[in-house]
């Protein structure tokens, strides 16, 4: 079965530092692309890092620099160091393996599994 | 701010049919996926790519394109179709990743 779950959610004070853990099964880490969202408490989703099978690196304007996204291939498991926390980096955070897919000019790309999601509280 | 814009609710009679749309020039590009997601739920893939379904996703659920606007119909909407539905894509930068603002469904 095709599965992910994250760990390493907390409570932090703000400037304070978080390293979470998305565990893989049931499929190779090393060559799909893995991401992070996040979703803030009754707010939407909110696209944060993603890395692909050869190593590149994206990350949202609202945490770049701040954010780091790697993996351990060995361990089947993708991370993200939070650094520099601040209050509005409070959320649900959700790793989630992205698929994609070409038809012609047009391309599709699309978020299955979803992890269950673990949460983030930067407060003092 | 988003790049892809949804209408933030959306009802429907039980048994009807439901469009709900999420514009965005990453549409001239690529196709939208679309999630599902109920309260205290992560977010659930209901349609990607030109008009496909997930194993155990029911065929009421479809999805279509056009221009800059991407769909997703829910034909005879029933009442465990309430939820949050999300678009999703790459933005024009092709590296980065969008989220629509999200639609709340209602099913009355």
């Known amino acids: 079965e095709v599965q992910l779950v994250e760990s390493g959610g907390g409570l932090v004070q703000p400037g304070g530092s978080l390293r979470l853990s998305c565990a893989a099964s049931g499929f190779t880490v090393s060559s799909s692309y893995m991401n992070w969202v996040r979703q803030a408490p009754g707010k939407g989703l909110e696209w944060v890092s993603l890395?692909?099978?050869?190593?590149?690196?994206y990350y949202a304007d609202s945490v770049k620099g701040r954010f780091t996204i790697s993996r351990d291939n060995s361990k089947s498991t993708m991370y993200l160091q939070m650094d520099g926390l601040r209050p509005e980096d409070t959320a649900v955070y959700y790793c989630?393996?992205?698929?994609?897919?070409?038809?012609?000019?047009?391309?599709?790309?699309?978020?299955?599994?979803w992890g269950q999601g673990t949460l983030v509280t930067v407060s003092s | 701010s988003s790049e892809l814009t949804q209408d933030p609710a959306v009802s429907v009679a039980l048994g009807q049919t439901v469009r709900i749309t999420c514009q965005g020039d990453s549409f001239r590009s690529y196709y939208a996926s679309w999630y599902q997601q109920k309260p205290g739920q992560a977010p659930v893939l209901v349609i990607y790519g030109k008009n496909n379904r997930p194993s155990g996703i029911p065929d009421r659920f479809s999805g279509s394109s056009s221009g800059n606007t991407a769909s997703l119909t829910i034909t005879g909407a029933q009442a465990e179709d309430e939820a949050d539905y999300y678009c999703?894509?790459?933005?024009?930068?092709?590296?980065?990743?969008?989220f629509g603002g999200g639609t709340k469904l209602t099913v009355l």
């Open positions: 890395i692909y099978g050869d190593g590149r690196t």
């Open positions: 989630a393996r992205e698929h994609t897919i070409t038809y012609g000019d047009y391309g599709g790309y699309w978020f299955d599994p």
């Open positions: 999703n894509s790459r933005d024009s930068r092709g590296n980065h990743v969008v």
